[in-house]
């Protein structure tokens, strides 16, 4: 979901990829998969886009719910807004990276947010795919995600 308001503040222009963004000293202290940005140094959206998707960087996705809704907390709320906008009743975020606390996710329903970003932003996700797709060297990958959850995909 953060990178879904995000893709929509760029869509909107209140973000541009090339925007730099200096990056607080909470998001610094991020826990969990990281990226590694460092606090007060200019970060490109487009970096913070790649370390959120590509590396699950917990930094950046509070980097970037500030860039987007000038803190955290209100960026929650956006994210739970267009949840339900979205159909996904059930589902209820109370921070941008998902750590430690989980959403709380409404499964029957998250397939509309996969639709919705691929319906409404499918150039961005195109390009991220391709960049994810030109980096991969084997035909699965085992993932443990900084909540501790392992999975493997297989392509």
Same mark, same amino acid.
């Given at each position: 979901?953060?990178? !879904?308001?995000? =893709?929509?503040?760029?869509? @909107? ?24 940005? /460092? *606090?007060?140094? *200019?970060?490109?959206? /487009? ?25 955290? *907390?209100? =960026?929650? /709320? ?5 949840? @339900? ?14 750590? *430690?606390?989980?959403?709380? =996710? ?6 509309? !947010? ?42």
């Amino acid at each position: 979901m953060t990178a !879904y308001l995000a =893709f929509g503040a760029l869509k @909107g222009r209140s973000l541009a990829l090339g925007q730099t963004i200096r990056v607080s000293e909470r998001a610094w202290h991020a826990s969990g998969s990281r990226m590694f940005i /460092e *606090p007060r140094k *200019p970060v490109t959206v /487009e970096e913070l886009l790649h370390g959120l998707i590509i590396q699950s960087g917990n930094d950046a996705s509070i980097a970037l719910a500030e860039a987007v809704a000038g803190s955290e *907390p209100a =960026f929650v /709320e956006r994210m739970n807004r267009e949840a @339900g906008r979205l159909g996904m009743t059930d589902t209820n975020f109370t921070n941008s990276s998902g750590c *430690p606390a989980r959403a709380l =996710f409404d499964r029957q329903r998250l397939g509309a !947010y996969h639709l919705g970003l691929d319906r409404e932003y499918p150039s961005t996700i195109s390009c991220i795919r391709n960049a994810n797709t030109a980096t991969t060297t084997s035909h699965s990958a085992t993932a443990t995600s900084s909540c501790g959850s392992t999975r493997t995909w297989t392509v």
